[in-house]
């Protein structure tokens, strides 16, 4: 069951289409109509999102199209080239040879007309960051992402499970969202993989099956 979870995750890659907005809708459409080039602020170098862990930044810089880069990963940008539209995730962890390194590429990108999506969990003018490289994340587009609530967690996956023609145990959404993952493409993932194993094995969801596949995952990451 753990291997027929995991191997869903590359069939349904991050896009903007597979983003559950939530509260986030004016965000997105935000974001959309910059990567788009179709709104008046669409000449702006910069476009920054903040918010908590779990609010879909990652999900939101993977989508974008850019090469997408994280600062835990990279934290000194190195084999970054200028011209390439980047997409720079969790930009307050990188280190001072990092930070030099982004203030040299917004400059270049800003003469020649490019692009920059970055993510962190504050705004820009709170970042840990040189004075110099906060002035000019926070010169350009700053939006903020919120957590889905559990509401609107459970109706995103009401609606996937009725596209799928999917049915669940009473009180199988509220199991879910109080045992599994709280990330909403893992929760997404996880009702795919539900799909795919009744119709395998002709077996309707359970909540017996739920703690099954969700006792196996806990089992593997020990």
């Known amino acids: ?58 999900h939101l810089l993977r989508a974008s199209g850019f090469r997408y880069v994280d600062a835990v990963d990279n934290p000194a940008l190195r084999g970054i080239e200028h011209g390439a539209a980047l997409a720079l995730d969790n930009v307050d ?36 960051v040189r004075e110099d490289l906060r002035t000019r994340l926070g010169s350009g587009l700053i939006y903020r992402l919120q957590i889905l609530s559990d509401a609107e967690k459970a109706a995103a996956l009401a609606a996937q499970a009725k596209e799928r023609a999917l049915k669940l145990p009473p009180n199988a959404l509220d199991y879910l969202l109080r045992h599994a993952s709280r990330d909403m493409r893992a929760l997404s993932a996880l009702l795919v993989a539900l799909d795919r194993y009744t119709l395998e094995y002709q077996r309707p969801v359970t909540l017996p099956l739920l703690r099954q596949l969700l006792a196996q995952e806990a089992a593997a990451v020990i």
């Not at 349904?12 to 907005?21: A, K």
């Not at 203030?103 to 999506?117: D, E, P, S």
Request: proline share 7%; with cysteine.
């Open 93 to 128: 962890r990188l280190d001072a040879e990092g930070q030099i390194a982004l203030f040299n590429f917004f400059n270049r990108q800003k003469a020649a007309g490019g692009r920059l999506l970055t993510a962190a969990s504050q705004p820009p003018q709170h970042l840990a």
């Open 1 to 58: 069951m753990r291997q027929l979870l995991l191997d869903l995750l590359p069939d349904s890659p991050p896009s903007l289409d597979n983003f559950v907005p939530g509260g986030n809708g004016e965000t997105l459409a935000a974001l959309t109509g910059w990567l788009a080039g179709m709104t008046q602020t669409a000449a702006e170098t910069c476009f920054c999102l903040y918010g908590p862990e779990g609010c879909g930044r990652s």
